[in-house]
């Protein structure tokens, strides 16, 4: 983790905010068309905790959860993988979409791999 580049820090840390931002408001049109809202609470608990790891090893920043809660984050981020990546190649190169989930591709894997460095601690 060591030899992130501090741009590729930050966009990272922007992108989960940026997802969490959006989860934040899926959650609540769901909520209000009384929609079953189990599997964006996960997520969102899952990208709050990814975001809490990267901010965690890059920035000594201290976070409240539980091995448990971070193991289940961990599968929750990994299983977000497929269906980023089957989006991903059906935008053309260079287009703003793609180069969203390029960032966002980096920072899951990052995120992952924090949660994984912790563990094996």
């Known amino acids: 983790m060591e030899n992130v580049s ?3 820090k930050l966009k990272s840390i922007k992108s989960f905010q940026s ?3 959006k989860l934040e408001k899926t959650l ?7 929609a079953n809202t189990t599997l964006v609470n996960k997520r969102l608990k899952a990208s ?7 901010e965690n090893v890059w920035n000594q920043s201290p976070h409240q959860y539980t091995e448990e809660d971070i193991a289940e984050a961990r599968n929750v981020l990994t299983g977000l993988f497929p269906s980023i ?9 260079g287009s703003p979409q793609r180069t969203l989930l390029e960032r966002r591709i980096k920072a899951l894997e990052l995120a992952i791999q924090a949660i994984d460095d912790f563990s094996n601690e």
């Not at 609540?28 to 009384?34: I, L, P, R, S, V």
């Not at 990546?85 to 190169?93: I, Q």
Request: with cysteine; proline share 0%.
């Open 6 to 8: 501090n741009k590729d």
């Open 19 to 21: 997802t969490i931002r």
């Open 28 to 34: 609540a049109t769901m909520t209000q068309k009384g």
């Open 48 to 54: 709050c905790i990814g975001l809490a790891m990267l």
């Open 85 to 93: 990546e089957n989006s991903y190649t059906k935008l053309k190169a």
